[in-house]
């Protein structure tokens, strides 16, 4: 079992920024893409970020392309979401998610998927 625990969330003013952290520990870190998903209170979780298991292949979700960036560290089993130029839109529960397959994690719909905790991340307007 792959497990998630995610870290550096908090309170911050629009406009400013977070770097999210995801500490995996169980399995083979660099077997598994990862992923940044989040949900806000009312609406489903949705995919904000993926990261294929060697960092050749990336996808954002529309609303985040261009002020966050995802990236991964094998090494240190850690995958990492920098949220710059926040929104109030922003706000909500971010969770790290691994899937064997990277496709598997973007759709959701095959693999096991292994998730965080969660961390929440509030932007102030």
């Known amino acids: 079992q792959l497990q998630l625990v995610e870290s550096g969330g908090g309170l911050v003013q629009a406009g400013g920024s977070l770097r999210l952290s995801c500490a995996a520990s169980g399995r083979t870190f660099s077997s598994y893409a990862m992923g940044w998903f989040r949900q806000a209170p009312g609406k489903e979780r949705e995919l904000v970020a993926a990261?294929?298991?060697?960092?050749?292949?990336?996808t954002y979700a529309d609303p985040v392309k261009g002020r966050f960036t995802i990236s991964r560290d094998n090494a240190k089993n850690t995958v990492y979401l920098q949220m710059n130029s926040l929104k109030s839109e922003d706000t909500a529960v971010y969770y790290c998610?691994?899937?064997?397959?990277?496709?598997?994690?973007?759709?959701?719909?095959?693999?096991?998927?292994?998730w965080g905790q969660g961390t929440q991340v509030t932007v102030s307007s």
């Open positions: 998610a691994g899937n064997l397959g990277f496709q598997s994690l973007v759709t959701g719909q095959r693999g096991q998927m292994y």
């Open positions: 990261i294929n298991e060697i960092s050749i292949r990336t």
